[in-house]
Nanobody
Framework: QVQLVESGGGLVQPGGSLRLSCAAS????????MGWYRQAPGQQRELVAT???????NYADSVKGRFTISRDYAKNTVALQMSSLKPEDTAVYYC???????????????WGQGTQVTVSS
């Protein structure tokens, strides 16, 4: 099995910063794309940022210039540095990864359990 465990959520004032981390563990041969998604109450889950195995990044327009995604390939971790946070960034943030479990297997998609980020004064 594969587990994704997020950490780093919490309450922050508008304009503040938070860093989310996600660690993948279990039966892992390699990981392709890793990313962060978020879901606000009453809203659909949306992409925040992704980073490919080759290091290419993609961001939602709403977070460009404020959030930075990074990855530690040796440790199978992905981080999201969030700055200049706004109340509209409030959501549950989910880690996502395309994991290859064995040499000849196809990638399967996994989700973490989510971590709450609340931006409020």
């Amino acid at each position: 099995q594969v587990q994704l465990v997020e950490s780093g959520g919490g309450l922050v004032q508008p304009g503040g910063s938070l860093r989310l981390s996600c660690a993948a563990s279990g039966s892992i041969f390699s990981i392709n794309t890793m990313g962060w998604y978020r879901q606000a109450p009453g809203q659909q889950r949306e992409l925040v940022a992704t980073i490919t195995r080759g290091g290419s990044t993609n961001y939602a327009d709403s977070v460009k210039g404020r959030f930075t995604i990074s990855r530690d390939y040796a440790k199978n971790t992905v981080a999201l540095q969030m700055s200049s946070l706004k109340p509209e960034d409030t959501a549950v943030y989910y880690c996502n990864a395309d994991v290859v479990r064995t040499l000849y297997a196809s990638a399967r998609n996994y989700w973490g359990q989510g971590t709450q980020v609340t931006v409020s004064s």
